[in-house]
Nanobody
Framework: QVQPVESGGGSVQAGGSLRLSCAAS????????MGWFRQAPGKEREGVAI????????YYGDSVKGRFTVSRDNAKNTVALQMNDLKPEDTAMYYC?????????????????WGQGTQVTVSS
């Protein structure tokens, strides 16, 4: 059973940084697509970032480009999301995902495995 598990959420002031981590038991992150989604209260769940296997290509949602960085630690079998220059609008539950079906990566329906989420709160 594949089960992503997130950690590293918390509260921070605007302009600060947080680093989220995802451990995917039963899954080799180095050879699979991994991603991050988030959902703010009253809003749709949105794709934040995806990291490709092998060459580690990455893509980001427009709202986080230049501020967030997704990376992978193959030795630890984990994926990280480094979040810098955080804004109040980044406040959301963040989910690590795996099992992409190859279609629109920002579509939640295209990911099979989801973590339980970790809360990020940014105050102004």
């Amino acid at each position: 059973q594949v089960q992503p598990v997130e950690s590293g959420g918390g509260s921070v002031q605007a302009g600060g940084s947080l680093r989220l981590s995802c451990a995917a038991s039963g899954y080799t992150v180095s050879s699979n697509f991994m991603g991050w989604f988030r959902q703010a209260p009253g809003k749709e769940r949105e794709g934040v970032a995806i990291i490709y296997p092998g060459s580690s290509g990455t893509y980001y949602g427009d709202s986080v480009k230049g501020r967030f960085t997704v990376s992978r630690d193959n030795a630890k079998n984990t994926v990280a999301l480094q979040m810098n220059d955080l804004k109040p609008e980044d406040t959301a539950m963040y989910y690590c995902v795996a099992g992409w079906n190859g279609y629109f990566w920002r579509g939640r329906e295209n990911w099979r495995y989801w973590g339980q989420g970790t809360q990020v709160t940014v105050s102004s």
